[in-house]
């Protein structure tokens, strides 16, 4: 039990504040039925950005720099799909590669940053706690505030005039461009969200690692995309404020599933293999559930 609850803190801890990205591809991809690929570079670009706002100074400040950085690079990867004829997968790969050389340059040419000596969010949020011995809790409860306030803003967002378009956008495109709803305008919008979304998650985990480098938005979309589909499967309901649930208990899922491979202490390349794995069952898990009464006919006729 000693060692079970500190597993499930961190799980819950990674859990919450990837889920912060996971609610940004369950907007781009889910609602506006955009696939941006640029979500690992962007997640890079919301860590670096607060990670060198943090270090000059300005914890509080550098949320909202590593949220803005995000709404810039979704402003671009829309500009690119929407207004020079890129394809969506190839705008947010070229996006992503273009932040890889910006990513370096915002942290002054060199591919890892220290915050070990730095004031952050967590380390302010750990003063507040310590006189009341819950210390070790200051990591869950950033994230459990920023989940709460992210999560709330979109489930509203949703359900504004805006937030409509976009849905209608991702549904029905044709049907947006016959009416008087620029599908421009709401793509913009949808990714400049989602990506702000996307840079507070890079930002969030840089300052609760104390340390940034180069590749630590590497595989995000994959570990997005595996939990969205996670949340999806265990969250069937079609009420929006239950979709957003699922979103992060599919997050929280994944990566409890992660800690565990660790805890039997499966080498750190291995990891990228489990995430592919969790992607393709939830994927594949659907439709082989679908054709299981099929298989199962034809095992019986071929035993009878």
Do not use: W
């Amino acid at each position: 039990m000693s060692t079970l609850l500190p597993l499930l803190q961190t799980a819950l801890e990674l859990g919450l504040i990837s889920s912060l990205t996971v609610l940004a591809l369950f907007l781009s991809y889910s609602m506006l039925n955009v696939c941006d690929l640029s979500t690992d570079g962007c997640f890079t670009l919301g860590a670096c950005v607060g990670a060198v706002v943090a270090i000059s100074g300005h914890p509080y400040l550098s949320i909202f720099a590593a949220m803005a950085a995000g709404v810039v690079s979704g402003f671009i990867t829309a500009f690119l799909q929407t207004k020079m004829g890129v394809d969506s997968l190839l705008a947010g790969i070229i996006m992503n590669t273009a932040l890889y050389s910006i990513n370096i340059a915002i942290m002054g040419s060199s591919s890892l940053l220290n915050m070990n000596k730095t004031e952050t969010v967590f380390t302010a949020m750990g003063r507040l706690l310590a006189g009341v011995g819950a210390l070790s809790f200051n990591k869950l409860i950033i994230a459990l505030i920023a989940v709460a306030a992210v999560a709330t803003f979109l489930y509203l967002f949703l359900k504004t005039r805006i937030g409509l378009a976009i849905r209608a956008t991702g549904n029905n495109p044709d049907m947006v461009k016959s009416s008087s709803i620029n599908p421009v305008m709401t793509t913009i919008v949808g990714l400049c969200v989602a990506n702000a979304f996307t840079g507070l998650s890079g930002c969030l985990l840089a300052q609760s690692q104390k340390s940034v480098n180069i590749d630590i938005g590497s595989g995000m979309v994959t570990i997005a995309l595996a939990s969205l589909l996670i949340g999806s499967t265990f969250v069937r309901s079609k009420r929006m404020g239950f979709r957003i649930m699922g979103t992060v208990l599919g997050a929280f899922i994944f990566r409890l599933v992660y800690t565990i491979a660790l805890r039997f202490n499966m080498p750190a390349y291995m990891l990228k293999l489990v995430s592919s794995v969790i992607v393709i069952l939830a994927i594949s898990g659907p439709y082989l559930k679908s054709r299981f009464p099929e298989f199962y006919r034809r095992l019986e006729k071929r035993n009878a």
